[in-house]
């Protein structure tokens, strides 16, 4: 199953825009990339997924890198209600279909 | 519509005992999934079904059952359980993955003492 590597944390401040990178270099062509952020003890929240072209929804904006090995996820204008734990996801669907979550970003936003 | 719906939501058991840990979902989603999430970690599948009676097993399934008789329902079980088993457990359903959105239960909070 392919990995995905994150920072363990990163700082934002409210009202920037927050980057946060994701590395999947042993992605397969048919594999989609997916975004959830977990806040505090909560279940988990869908973001935002792509395949390879970039994606925007009112969440979030997603850019995949052309070769695929890598993406970042983009929340333009960081609240303090996004603080979470934001993690990238690679989903598994070769006689399968699930998401394998990995450890995460936490991202802190101050004001 | 109560969405996905886990209990009990906390639970403390001993050393060797057993217990079911029970998913409901209000949404008719063919695919339901339990995953564990221990302290500063990320979320571990343990088993999933992509239908009703239908299971699979995921990245840590060891020491867990499953069963689906019926769409609504993903019971998790522990036969015999252990103090690695303390976790949070976290149910999750979706219609298809292909939508992307895999909607969460509140989790149950399981201790093995």
């Known amino acids: 199953d392919a990995k995905t590597t994150q920072p363990t944390s990163m700082d934002c401040a409210e009202g920037r825009a927050a980057n946060l990178p994701c590395n999947h270099s042993t992605i397969s062509g048919n594999e989609y990339v997916y975004w959830y952020r977990q806040i505090h003890s909560q279940g988990p929240q869908y973001i935002i997924h792509g395949l390879k072209n970039n994606e925007t929804n009112e969440m979030a904006s997603l850019i995949i890198t052309e070769d695929r090995k890598s993406s970042t996820l983009i929340l333009p204008h960081a609240t303090l209600r996004d603080t979470a734990v934001y993690y990238c996801?690679?989903?598994?669907?070769?006689?399968?279909?699930?998401?394998?979550f990995g450890t995460g970003t936490r991202l802190q936003v101050f004001p | 519509n109560a969405g996905v719906t886990q209990t009990p939501k906390f639970r403390v058991l001993k050393t060797g005992q057993s217990m079911t840990l029970l998913c409901a979902q209000d949404m008719n989603h063919e695919y339901m999934y339990w995953y564990r999430q221990d302290p500063g970690m990320g979320l571990r599948l343990i088993h999933y079904s992509v239908g009703e009676g239908t299971t699979a097993k995921g990245e840590v399934p060891d020491g867990y059952n499953v069963s689906r008789l019926k769409k609504q329902n993903f019971l998790l079980g522990l036969e015999s359980a252990a103090p690695s088993q303390t976790s949070v457990y976290f149910c999750?359903?979706?219609?298809?993955?292909?939508?992307?959105?895999?909607?969460f239960g509140e989790g149950s909070r399981l201790t093995v003492l």
């Open positions: 999750a359903s979706a219609e298809t993955l292909n939508t992307g959105e895999l909607f």
């Open positions: 996801i690679v989903r598994v669907t070769y006689n399968t279909d699930k998401l394998i």
